[in-house]
Structure formats: C-alpha cells, structure tokens
C-alpha cells in the first residue's frame, strides 16, 4: 500500500495563499483519481478538489472553485493543492487520498486510504 505524506499547512491571515503537497512513497498513485479533503472541528469530512490520472480533468467544490488548483506530477507521485485568497470557513486538516474508482469522488467513503492530513489555520 502506498504510503501517503501532507504537507505544507500553516498558520496564515485571511487573503493569503499556502500550497499543500501529498507526496506518495512505496508505490505510485499515477493511475488513479486523487482527492483533497478537509475536516473542520465538530464537521464530517468533506471533499475539496480531485483531479485525474492524466491531470487532463478537475473537479472542484463551490467552496474552492476560482480559489484553488490542483495538480499532480506523477513523475514525482506528488499531488499539489494551491490555495489562495484564503478565508476562515477554510481551517481545517487537509487530507489526501486515492479513489476506489466508483461511486461519488465527492464522497469520502469511496477512497481508499488516507494521509495523516496537514493543518490549515486561517486568522481573521
């Protein structure tokens, strides 16, 4: 089983910008659809971006659509989340995982495993 790492978190103001890293190690996950979650406190976990195999295909949340990108280099098995103009509702731990490859890739139940996730703090 591929082993997953985030990273990139922090602590930054409202309007500020991180970029997050999911970077893959014992194996490749260049086949497969990959996703960004994030869990805010009290919340269930709930889904950001994904982006396919190829990079050829996105998908987004209302949340993040204009305000975050993802990509992926499948060289490097690494997946990319650029975030900018930052808000509060975004605080949260941030996770990446692969795909199942059926149902919902805006369901969390329907990946495969997770990361140990990376903590965003935005201040107002």
């Known amino acids: 089983q591929v082993q997953l790492v985030e990273s990139g978190g922090g602590l930054v103001q409202a309007g500020g910008s991180l970029r997050l890293s999911c970077a893959a190690s014992?194996?490749?996950?260049?086949?497969?659809?990959m996703g960004w979650f994030r869990q805010g406190p009290g919340k269930e976990r709930e889904f950001v971006a994904a982006?396919?195999?190829?990079?050829?295909?996105?998908y987004y949340a209302d949340s993040a659509k204009g305000r975050f990108t993802i990509s992926r280099d499948n060289v490097r098995n690494t997946v990319y989340l650029q975030m900018n103009s930052l808000k509060p509702e975004d605080t949260a731990v941030y996770y990446c995982?692969?795909?199942?490859?059926?149902?919902?890739?805006?369901?969390?139940?329907?990946?495969?495993?997770w990361g140990r996730g990376t903590q965003v703090t935005v201040s107002s």
């Open positions: 014992g194996g490749t996950f260049s086949t497969y659809v």
């Open positions: 982006i396919g195999w190829g990079a050829g295909n996105t």
């Open positions: 995982a692969p795909t199942t490859g059926f149902g919902s890739i805006r369901d969390p139940r329907d990946y495969l495993y």
